[in-house]
């Protein structure tokens, strides 16, 4: 009986190992990936950011000192460009919130056939590559542009006035450019919500605003906080709206960091520069979820 | 936030009608629910009775008609603004709420301020109150249940529609939800409107049960009403089994109607009659049917000449099915006290039951009869 029992508890184990090293298996490939791609220039990234220019002064050519005063330097002397990032990607994450969440609510609740035209639409805008799009509105904001224009012709802008390079455009390319990101999380949470829920809320005394505040909100919250991060995550790190649709004054830090590494070949400022920005997004996504309590949630 | 307005009275459901496109899911159906009643709406998937439960809650709105409760019209009420809950089909307790969140949700919608004791109450009533920190997704299909019951009986609502709330859960637990959902409701004291297709539940259950069939009432009345004298092929049908004998009607005699069964004379009361013509469908239930030796005399309505054919054992009763001159199979079911004679397979038996058992059914009834 005994060994009965030992051996069914063996065959119980094999297939459990099995299913481990099939596992193993399958991340793999991903793993190998990451830490050819993410690890190894991080480590190399993390290397350069303590060093300084070699003593024969040759471009491109530096040596480890272990100096961690790079850091203090390249944040003390571009403070304006980081909290300009954040600044803006705050406010595009916003406005991003602003108009994706009626949209991903009318998609799941109201576009009844339509549903996967508009879903396609949302996409559509990736059918064409990131930088075009930001050409694209240069060209429609820009001097000679429709916008302008109407606008100057309305008396709304004054003859002389721009709308390119100002924060304004900046932060329009921003909402613009990662509005997918922001759309298509909170449209997915929202088509999950199963309908009779809403229906109990109306029939536990609850009207429409109510329903939506107690039910639909907190139910399509994990939509929104995976939104927002996808969100300020890029956004605070982009370069290529400050520098298509704004002026140097309105510079990011992704701006200092490209120009660091491409023109002034000052490795160790630029590694320095992506370690705190790294650092700083890391930290208030922390304290995000950890004040929303996303694992609280559904 | 609004305050549903203090409605008592039974609910009426005058000439409503429901068409989704040229599908009418509840016609012309007119209904009274007394207050403080259990009362069961029993059918088959797609009769109408979901459709009209929802129509009641204010979930969808009759093409034509008006559904009252007392002396105020709520036709065109929205649901928060009804005194009625509904317990759902699959409880669609709040996920990301706690279960005393749950149970409180009505009360705070209406403004109640202060809801621990009532909330507290009615988790003691369905004894569940040590898991009120609990989210829904940690409670068995069982307590799940119970809540979603807590969660409308603590608003007090006129009216409590159940949706086949009892669908999702194993037999034994089942019959035990049944017997506390009775219990409740006498408990609390409001009006039940229990939709289900179960037929047993609806007669443990309910004081009054109505038979819906394609959108119409069959029949409605007590459970033992329904039983013992259903008025239609299917309503005879889906509560319980039938032996159904065709024949006609010869005429009356007193208070009783005479009928030939292939060439038997058999006699029913006139009350039981719900024949149009001479045509009719002579029911019987195969429990009041009487088994005999062949030969042996036998009262009340005597049919010869039936062979055994098959014999299954129940434990509390036998089965037999017995095969008549005019080869149509009989069921029949026998207590096993001793009362029956030992029977075995191609005996001949004589068959017997009292006039009063039987339920005489229009012969043109289009209902499938088995």
Redo the contacts between chains.
């Keep these: 009986m005994a060994l009965a029992h030992a051996e069914v508890g063996n065959k119980a184990h094999a297939p459990k190992k099995r299913a481990k090293r099939i596992a193993y298996f399958l991340l793999a490939p991903g793993l190998t990936w990451l830490l050819i791609f993410f690890a190894f220039p991080l480590i190399n990234l993390a290397e350069t950011s303590t060093k300084t220019p070699a003593p024969t002064f040759e471009t491109g050519e530096f040596v480890q000192t272990f100096r961690f005063s790079n850091f203090v330097d390249a944040f003390v002397n571009n403070q304006e460009q980081f909290f300009r990032s954040f600044l803006y990607a705050l406010i595009a994450t916003l406005f991003a919130l602003a108009i994706a969440y009626p949209l991903a609510y009318a998609i799941a609740f109201r576009s009844g056939p339509w549903k996967n035209l508009m879903l396609i639409l949302v996409v559509a805008p990736f059918f064409t590559s990131f930088l075009l799009r930001t050409l694209a509105w240069k060209q429609i904001l820009g001097a000679e542009g429709p916008v302008v224009s109407a606008l100057q012709f309305l008396g709304i802008l004054p003859p002389e006035a721009t709308i390119t390079a100002t924060a304004f455009s900046v932060i329009l390319g921003l909402t613009y450019n990662f509005l997918p990101f922001m759309t298509l999380p909170i449209y997915a949470s929202l088509d999950r919500i199963d309908y009779r829920l809403l229906e109990a809320s109306g029939d536990l005394y609850a009207n429409g605003v109510t329903t939506f505040r107690k039910v639909t909100l907190p139910l399509s919250a994990p939509g929104v906080v995976a939104g927002t991060l996808l969100t300020f995550i890029p956004a605070s790190g982009d370069y290529i709206n400050a520098q298509l649709l704004g002026s140097p004054e309105n510079y990011m830090i992704g701006n200092v960091i490209n120009s660091r590494f491409f023109r002034v070949v000052d490795y160790p400022t630029a590694a320095a520069l992506s370690f705190i920005l790294m650092a700083t997004i890391l930290v208030l996504v922390v304290i995000y979820i950890r004040r929303l309590g996303t694992d609280e949630l559904v | 936030?609004?305050e549903?307005k203090k409605v008592q009275g039974d609910l009426v459901l005058s000439h409503v009608t429901k068409s989704f496109g040229d599908f009418t899911a509840v016609d012309d159906l007119s209904l009274t629910i007394p207050k403080g009643s259990f009362f069961a709406l029993l059918g088959p998937s797609g009769c109408g009775k979901t459709t009209t439960l929802r129509m009641i809650?204010?979930?969808e709105e009759p093409t034509s008609g008006t559904i009252s409760i007392g002396s105020t019209d709520i036709t065109d009420t929205?649901?928060?603004e009804r005194p009625?809950?509904?317990v759902?089909q699959?409880y669609?307790?709040?996920?990301?709420l706690t279960i005393f969140e749950n149970v409180a949700?009505?009360l705070r919608?209406?403004g109640i301020k202060n809801v621990d004791a009532e909330v507290e109450r009615v988790l003691n009533l369905v004894e569940l109150s040590h898991l009120k920190s609990r989210?829904p997704?940690q409670l068995s299909g069982g307590q799940q249940q119970r809540i979603a019951l807590a969660?409308a009986v603590v608003?007090k609502p006129a009216l409590l529609l159940l949706d086949e709330p009892l669908g999702a859960l194993d037999l034994k637990l089942r019959r035990q939800m049944q017997i506390e959902l009775k219990w409740i409701q006498t408990e609390v004291g409001i009006t039940f409107v229990h939709v289900t297709h179960d037929q047993e539940e609806a007669m443990t259950m309910a004081d009054t049960v109505a038979v819906m069939n394609n959108g119409r009432i069959e029949q409605m009345g007590s459970p033992a009403e329904l039983y013992e004298n259903p008025r239609t092929v299917f309503v005879a049908n889906f509560l319980g089994q039938s032996n159904f004998i065709d024949g006609s009607i010869e005429g009356t005699d007193g208070d009783n109607v005479i009928a030939n069964l292939h060439g038997v004379r058999i006699v029913f009361p006139k009350t039981r009659n719900n024949a149009n013509g001479k045509a009719v469908k002579v029911g019987i239930r195969p429990e009041k049917f009487r088994l005999h030796d062949a030969g042996s005399s036998a009262a009340g309505n005597v049919l010869t000449g039936g062979i055994i054919t098959d014999i299954s054992f129940f434990g509390v009763s036998t089965q037999y099915m017995v095969e008549m001159p005019w080869k149509q199979e009989l069921m029949v079911f026998e207590q096993n006290d001793g009362g029956a004679p030992d029977l075995a397979k191609g005996d001949a038996v004589t068959l017997s039951w009292e006039p009063q058992f039987t339920f005489a059914l229009d012969g043109t009834d289009p209902s499938q009869a088995k």
Excluded: D, E, I, Q
């Design positions: 936030m609004s549903p809650a204010g979930l929205k649901p928060y009625v809950n509904t759902f699959n669609a307790l709040f996920p990301h949700f009505g919608r209406r989210k997704g969660r608003n």
